[in-house]
């Protein structure tokens, strides 16, 4: 049962213009949603996270979106820079749910040059 | 301020073999969540310990058990091999009671 879906396998911008990552949910109990970031040989980084008491959270150039109705969010990467080729994953927790963190099956974006 | 370390980077077991992977946590943090990421997927939450004893678990088998330690490192440990359980096993660290993680670069087993 996946309760945390990244539909998108992957992605491909050019430099200078928006990515968007997008992510779904189904756990109505998840109240806080995190963005991961990862490169090769690496373990995932933390980026960007949001409350469910928000709709909106900002730092730098990554903006994270949640909309609880549609159970959906979504990261925006402005401007993209070829550094920000990685791995994205997108995860969930809930505070009754012993903060076990679920992870969807991650977005691979490819910055341009 | 030293990050997640993990070892080793890499183990070849065969199948019904015993394995254990280590984890130091980050200075400071004495929470620590293990997973399993197979290939062209997420990782998958296998459990967490806090103060040494297990704080929750994921859906994995008896066999996948763990232990932390007074300086708050930890290992975990795998009975009885499957060749399913290829695949990379990353150590979180975190403080109590907050939601993001500070992950190790993982140790990649292959069971043959």
């Known amino acids: 049962d996946q309760q945390v879906k990244q539909n998108s396998p992957s992605l491909s911008v050019q430099e200078g213009r928006i990515s968007i990552l997008n992510c779904d949910y189904t756990?109505?109990?998840?109240?806080?949603f995190l963005w991961y970031k990862k490169y090769p040989a690496e373990g995932p980084t933390f980026l960007i996270s949001?409350?469910?008491?928000?709709d909106k959270n900002e730092d730098g150039r990554f903006t994270v979106f949640l909309n609880k109705s549609a159970k959906h969010l979504s990261l925006h990467i402005v401007p993209s820079q070829p550094g920000d080729s990685a791995v994205y994953f997108c995860?969930?927790?809930?505070?009754?749910?012993?903060?076990?963190?679920?992870f969807g099956a991650g977005t691979r974006l490819f910055v341009k040059a | 301020e030293t990050g997640v370390t993990q070892s080793p980077t890499h183990l070849i077991k065969t199948r019904g073999q015993q394995v254990t992977l280590r984890c130091s946590s980050q200075?400071?943090?004495?929470?620590v969540s293990w997973y399993q990421q197979a290939l062209g997927q997420g990782p998958q939450f296998i459990f967490q310990y806090y103060r040494e004893e297990e704080n929750g678990r994921g859906n994995f088998p008896p066999r996948f058990s763990g232990l932390q330690f007074p300086n708050y490192s930890s290992e975990l440990n795998v009975n009885a091999l499957e060749l399913d359980d290829s695949a990379l096993y990353l150590c979180?660290?975190?403080?109590?009671?907050?939601?993001?993680?500070?992950f190790g670069p993982g140790t990649r087993l292959t069971v043959l």
């Open positions: 979180a660290s975190s403080l109590p009671y907050t939601d993001t993680q500070y």
């Open positions: 995860a969930a927790s809930a505070t009754t749910g012993g903060f076990k963190t679920i």
């Open positions: 200075s400071g943090h004495n929470t």
């Open positions: 756990n109505s109990m998840f109240d806080y």
């Open positions: 949001i409350s469910s008491i928000k």
